[in-house]
């Protein structure tokens, strides 16, 4: 008999049923364990996130007196119900936002150990003390903004770490020391502004590699040497503003590679050399500002790219020759500032023609020959033809106007020696709007005013109101000096104590003649009832605030116009002394472009630019 019967010791374990059932069921379970080993990891990681953050978080409120803060936090509650603070879905701290929170203090290192943490905004508080070193080591950081604050010391090279930054706002602090070469690897960055601090020493080289980046601004610094060549390697930058420093040397000609470029500001430096031709070929370009330099040469021929261009400032530069007639393509400008340079020949006809021009300034230069007839377009806006000894009257543009517009008014045959001036109402005792009209009858321009020793203006026509409502009653030696250096004094007394009665008071003053000059001009700078500071942040996408401060309760008139003069806001309102902001919100600018605010507080006008990006 055959036996049929297989010996289990002789069957391979892998083809068991059995075997694939156990095998089975442990590989579930292995599993399982696993999963709850990971799941257990996770969770306890995420504990060390929620902890770690909750103590730093409980540093920063400790550092920077959160005790005091506009919004503060209450510990005893959950973290998510903190004000201005951003969590993830594992509970980690993301984001920070508390601009204009009344933050004082130091910025603690505790902050570096929030790893998650993308957005930093801390704008417009009172923190001092230096930035952290360890600010390097938050490489997810994508914004930074410490601005208006008090910070000091230098900019830490580690920030250069910060390979996912898209935005560095430092403006409005007291930092010194040069600018770290490191931040030229942040080739992310979108928006650099470091104005309005001590920085000092040259502009990196490497501040050409941010080819990403948007907005440039390092005005009001102390920064020296020539600006890079390598600048022209930022290509998509709409806004650069790198006046109000000592910058030298020339305009380096790779700024026109800079074909998206809105704002060029270069103004309050010591650069020289000639404009370059390259820069007429922006055709996006907006505002110019190239004042207060060295610059020489003239003003390049072709100016037909700038179709946009609607600020164009020369002044107070060494710029010579005449002005070419293609300054008619210019078809948007508003503002021509060309005065305190060398130009000659007679003036461009083309300037008359400009029907968007608001203000003109061609003072100080060497033109010669009578004022064209066209120039009685001119008459109804703002300008400035004085100290052009070549033209009539020294370039007595007031003179034409009231003349008929179209009569060469002659020039002065008054001798050196010949000055008089009158006081209109100087027979009274009493100022009863405490103003004193001068009129000069004859004498060369321009005119310097002293009233009892101290300056307090100057006069290029004839007839101008003093304001006098900073001098305290008491006699006073009103001193007229001329170009010549003929100098006339008459006595005067300022009683503000009496009363004058509404005939004598407007009958000793011809107001239809009369034309005021700013109160600041004349009167001490500790005088000036309003002190306006930068508004922030500028340039600004969804908005910007404009702080100020009176030094006594005031009506306050505000307003906001287009370059073109367009008014976009209007605000008149009381305030207490000390320090005020307006904020301006989005909805108030239209369109991408220069917007000109005006805030005034008593005879004090403050005006600035602003500029929304598109």
């Not at 033209?391 to 543009?397: A, I």
């Not at 009167?523 to 930068?534: D, E, G, H, Q, T």
Request: net charge negative; glycine share 8%; proline share 4%.
């Amino acid at each position: 008999m055959t036996n049929r019967m297989v010996s289990s010791s002789n069957t391979h374990p892998s083809k068991s049923p059995i075997y694939h059932k156990m095998n089975s069921t442990k590989t579930l379970f292995l599993l399982i364990a696993l999963l709850f080993g990971f799941n257990a990891a996770q969770a306890q990681t995420q504990q060390e996130c929620i902890d770690a953050d909750f103590r730093a978080l409980v540093t920063l409120y400790l550092s920077a007196e959160g005790w005091n803060w506009n919004t503060t936090w209450d510990l005893n509650q959950p973290v998510s119900t903190w004000h201005g603070v951003t969590l993830n879905q594992d509970g980690c701290v993301t984001g920070l936002s508390l601009s204009n929170n009344n933050l004082n203090g130091e910025i603690p290192d505790a902050l570096c150990s929030l790893t998650n943490l993308r957005t930093i905004n801390f704008v417009g508080n009172q923190l001092t003390g230096v930035i952290p070193e360890c600010i390097g080591d938050l490489s997810r950081l994508s914004l930074l903004d410490l601005s208006v604050n008090e910070l000091s010391g230098s900019i830490p090279m580690t920030i250069g770490k910060l390979n996912n930054l898209r935005t560095l706002n430092l403006f409005q602090n007291e930092l010194s020391g040069f600018l770290p070469y490191t931040i030229g690897d942040l080739t992310n960055l979108f928006t650099l502004n470091l104005q309005a601090n001590q920085l000092e020493g040259a502009i990196p080289e490497d501040f050409g590699n941010l080819k990403s980046l948007f907005v440039l601004s390092l005005d009001n610094n102390e920064l020296i040497g020539s600006i890079p060549e390598s600048i022209g390697n930022l290509t998509r930058l709409f806004y650069i503003d790198l006046g109000y420093n000592n910058l030298s040397g020339s305009i380096p000609a790779s700024i026109s590679n800079m074909e998206n470029l809105f704002n060029l500001e270069l103004s309050n430096n010591q650069l020289s050399g000639e404009i370059p031709a390259g820069i007429m070929g922006l055709s996006k370009l907006q505002s110019l500002w190239l004042s207060n330099n060295q610059l020489s040469g003239s003003i390049p021929e072709d100016l037909t790219k700038l179709k946009n261009l609607e600020w164009l400032v020369l002044n107070n530069n060494q710029l010579s020759g005449s002005i070419p007639e293609t300054i008619l393509e210019l078809e948007k400008v508003s503002l021509l500032y060309l005065g305190n340079n060398q130009f000659s020949g007679t003036l461009p006809l083309a300037i008359a023609d400009l029907v968007n021009l608001r203000e003109v300034t061609l003072n100080d230069n060497n033109f010669e020959d009578c004022f064209p007839t066209v120039y009685e377009n001119l008459c109804g806006i703002r300008y400035n033809f004085s100290g052009n000894t070549g033209l009539p009257n020294n370039g007595d543009f007031d003179a034409f106007c009231e003349s008929g517009a179209g009569i060469c008014v002659e020039k002065s045959e008054e001798s050196s020696c010949g000055l008089q001036f009158n006081l209109n109402g100087e027979e009274e005792a009493c100022y009863a709007v405490r103003n004193l009209t001068i009129n000069i009858t004859a004498g060369t321009g321009p005119f310097k005013i002293e009233l009892d020793g101290p300056l307090r203006g100057a006069l290029t026509t004839t007839v101008k109101t003093l304001p006098i409502s900073g001098a305290p009653s008491g006699a006073y030696s009103v001193i007229i000096t001329d170009a010549e250096g003929c100098m006339v004094t008459k006595e005067l007394t300022i009683a503000t104590s009496c009363s004058l009665n509404g005939e004598i008071a407007s009958g000793s003053r011809n107001k239809t003649t009369v034309k005021s000059l700013p109160l600041e001009d004349f009167l001490p700078a500790n005088y000036r009832s309003i002190a306006v500071n930068k508004n922030y942040p500028n340039p600004f996408l969804y908005g910007t605030t404009l702080p100020f401060t009176l030094s006594h309760a005031s009506n306050v008139n505000i307003t906001v116009t287009t370059a073109a003069g367009q008014r976009v806001f209007k605000l008149q309102e009381d305030f207490e002394a000390g320090s005020q902001e307006v904020t301006f919100n989005s909805g108030i600018f239209k369109e991408a472009g220069i917007y000109i605010y005006q805030i005034q507080s008593g005879e004090t006008v403050v005006s600035g630019k602003m500029i929304r990006l598109q």
